[in-house]
T-cell receptor
Framework: AQSVAQPEDQVNVAEGNPLTVKCTYS??????LFWYVQYPNRGLQFLLKYITGDNLVKGSYGFEAEFNKSQTSFHLKKPSALVSDSALYFCAVRAYNSGNTPLVFGKGTRLSVIA | KAGVTQTPRYLIKTRGQQVTLSCSPI?????VSWYQQTPGQGLQFLFEYFSETQRNKGNFPGRFSGRQFSNSRSEMNVSTLELGDSALYLCASSGGVNTEAFFGQGTRLTVV
């Protein structure tokens, strides 16, 4: 069964500094990988995805993520953090081209950007 | 186009009661998934429906059930509610396994 690990419950970063939110995954075969963000009392909003192709994926609001197959990682990054980026971030994985496995999420990482 | 709609937004129920939550997916989306979100546990997968058939099921007791209708709308039911069922229940729809899921705002269930 596939799984996602987000090793940090909380990440603190100063505004203007680069940020990284870590994600590693386990799946049989190739993965589909996603990042979502959740603001208080809201559902999840899609940020970006890796399906195939270029390992560096660019998404919404200046976020990007790099797929690393050998390290089974898909870390979320942003060159310059904003206070408005403070939210809960979720990484998710699904087995490639499989309708028989669900989209599985990590436990989430709370990002706090300090002015 | 309209997003994923979940109703109701908030519910308060008593232990032992049962509850039904509703989800209307984005038009054209045939896949609907349900998740339970609690602090510290992240999003735990409940089940996924595709074209009225349950395609995947998470590790939840039989008190949790769901269904999907021919118009892709989905409901989930929780019977004999327990205090631990208090959570945010999220519904997501997608157009295919290779595409991103779109989430509703969730139903906040409180069991007292």
């Amino acid at each position: 069964a596939q799984s996602v690990a987000q090793p940090e419950d909380q990440v603190n970063v100063a505004e203007g500094n680069p940020l990284t939110v870590k994600c590693t995954y386990s799946v049989s075969g190739n993965p589909y990988l996603f990042w979502y963000v959740q603001y208080p009392n809201r559902g999840l909003q899609f940020l970006l995805k890796y399906i195939t192709g270029d390992n560096l994926v660019k998404g919404s609001y200046g976020f990007e993520a790099e797929f690393n197959k050998s390290q089974t990682s898909f870390h979320l990054k942003k060159p310059s953090a904003l206070v408005s980026d403070s939210a809960l971030y979720f990484c998710a994985v699904r087995a490639y081209n499989s309708g028989n496995t669900p989209l599985v999420f990590g436990k989430g990482t709370r990002l706090s950007v300090i002015a | 186009k309209a997003g994923v709609t979940q109703t109701p937004r908030y519910l308060i129920k008593t232990r032992g009661q049962q509850v039904t939550l509703s989800c209307s997916p984005i038009s054209g989306h045939r896949s609907v998934s349900w998740y339970q979100q609690t602090p510290g546990q992240g999003l735990q997968f409940l089940f996924e429906y595709f074209s009225e058939t349950q395609r995947n099921k998470g590790n939840f007791p039989g008190r949790f059930s769901g269904r999907q209708f021919s118009n892709s709308r989905s409901e989930m039911n929780v019977s004999t509610l327990e205090l631990g069922d208090s959570a945010l229940y999220l519904c997501a729809s997608s157009g295919g396994v290779n595409t991103e899921a779109f989430f509703g705002q969730g139903t906040r269930l409180t069991v007292v």
